[in-house]
């Protein structure tokens, strides 16, 4: 579960106030409204990359407020995949894990697993200069869940992709997220995406974030 | 893309012309230098003792300075690239102070702060004045600011992105930045450090006020180009003066082509 409680945002003339909402656990939720209106800056609150002005952030029971990007146990996939413009894919999709000073076999082990399940086997050894548009979502998306989060947060990944790529990692995402029992919240514009995805919707405007109810 | 058609057009006919002429006068200049010397007498120069001291003093003060330079313009340059503080435009400006000053001004300003109380009390433990430290300290003064604008236009570039995904796989900040923002600014600390030696290697006013110009002391590669004019000895001068010009291009080469691939 994620829950936003009385968030507030303020960077000069741009304000965010009492925004409040609630991803249920397990669920596939997207995010979406105007250019502009604080989609990002609410996800980077949620990634600890913002401290909020004020209000409470929640994954699962645990108050994440005051906590570290790294402690949050999530996973972040932004928009251009946010490559490590040094690293191999295998050393990419280790990172999280190498970070946490695992054996090197036990992050061989997840790197292959999770390499296998997302296509990407073939490209441990390459750059990312190397690599596609989809694939190096792919290897974000591989590099985001090697720690095993209970949350997986996504800005607008599929919106640098082709059509046909597209549908083919919004499947991808569905299914991981499935698989893994992942709470998922994403940002996008594309109502596609939203139908293709979501299991939940919620619309941000300036009033704040509401739900979006399904007829 | 422009096509060869556009490419020979007269606007940039003009423009290549205008370049092209900038090129000559260069070429000319250091062409004139060459030729006022034979290969005989310049290895006759440089076999001289003095020289050699200053030529070895030269590389060894230079190299120091860049090593420290880049020392100081890393986390300068990551912080002005990255922070957002109140008072940031006004320190940009003061770090920019060694560029701006007229070099003589700024050994002057270390001579007169090393005859301070608290200058004082520095040289108790290190003496800069008239020595090799006052010769690197001189170099690093006016080095270490261009190294920190080279660095800090490197940081501008690099998107801060990766690093904000690398905290939340779990590393801290300065984990982040050693793990994956420095190895993506390798080519800009090589860049940075060059630039300051290159910048080291043709000091002189702040060195000859601060560190004076003794022979087989504190005598580095401008001093020695002075020291002989002075005398009237120009074939040393010029001899010396090409080897600067020599280092100079080797500096430029290394940072457009090593640098592309660092």
């Known amino acids: ?215 | 893309m422009s096509s060869p058609l556009q490419r020979v057009s007269p606007f940039w006919v003009s423009l290549g012309a205008v370049a092209g002429l900038y090129l000559f006068f260069l070429l000319a200049m250091l062409t004139a230098t060459a030729c006022y010397t034979t290969p005989g007498k310049l290895i006759e120069a440089l076999a001289k003792r003095e020289i050699q001291h200053s030529i070895g003093l030269s590389l060894l003060t230079c190299t120091v300075t860049a090593l420290l330079s880049l020392l100081l313009a890393v986390p300068v340059g990551y912080l002005l690239a990255r922070a957002r503080f109140p008072g940031k435009p006004w320190l940009e400006a003061a770090l920019d102070i060694p560029i701006v000053l007229p070099p003589m001004v700024m050994g002057l300003c270390l001579l007169i702060l090393f005859q301070t109380r608290f200058g004082q009390f520095i040289e108790h433990f290190m003496p800069f004045t008239y020595t090799v430290f006052g010769v690197v300290l001189a170099q690093f003064t006016i080095g270490a600011a261009f190294a920190v604008r080279t660095m800090r236009h490197t940081f501008d570039h690099l998107s801060s992105r990766p690093e904000d995904v690398a905290m939340t796989l779990g590393c801290t900040r300065a984990q982040a930045v050693w793990r994956v923002t420095l190895p993506a600014a390798r080519r800009g600390m090589f860049a940075a450090a060059s630039v300051a030696w290159a910048r080291s290697l043709g000091e002189f006013g702040p060195i000859l006020v601060f560190a004076g110009a003794t022979r087989m002391k504190t005598e580095v590669l401008p001093t020695t180009v002075w020291l002989e004019l002075s005398v009237g000895n120009l074939e040393a001068a010029v001899a010396v003066s090409l080897l600067m010009v020599l280092c100079a291009m080797l500096v430029l080469a290394a940072v457009k082509w090593l640098g592309e691939e660092v």
Not at chain 1, 59 to 71: A, C, H, K, M, S
Not at chain 1, 189 to 203: G, I, K
């Open chain 1, 1 to 215: 579960m994620i829950r936003f409680e009385t968030i507030a945002w303020h960077a000069g003339a741009f304000r965010l106030e009492n925004i409040s909402f609630t991803v249920p656990a397990g669920r596939y939720a997207v995010l979406m409204g105007r250019t502009g209106c604080g989609k990002t800056t609410l996800l980077e609150i949620l990634c600890g990359l913002r401290r909020p002005a004020g209000g409470r952030v929640f994954i699962g029971e645990r108050d994440v407020t005051d906590l570290p990007p790294g402690e949050r146990g999530i996973g972040y996939v932004p928009q251009d995949g946010a490559m490590f413009p040094t690293m191999t894919v295998r050393e990419q999709v280790g990172f999280a894990l190498a970070i946490r000073q695992r054996p090197p076999p036990e992050i061989a082990a997840r790197v292959k697993e999770l390499s296998d399940s997302l296509g990407i086997a073939h490209l441990l050894d390459r750059r990312p200069q190397h690599l596609s548009g989809g694939e190096r979502q792919r290897v974000a998306l591989g590099r985001a869940l090697a720690a095993k989060p209970s949350v997986l947060l996504l800005d607008e990944p599929l919106s640098a992709l082709d059509e046909e790529l597209r549908d083919d990692l919004a499947a991808l995402l569905k299914r991981v997220q499935r698989e893994q029992g992942l709470t998922a919240l994403h940002i996008t514009h594309s109502q596609h995406e939203a139908e293709q995805l979501a299991d939940v919707r919620f619309r941000m405007a300036a009033a704040g974030v509401t739900e979006v109810r399904q007829p």
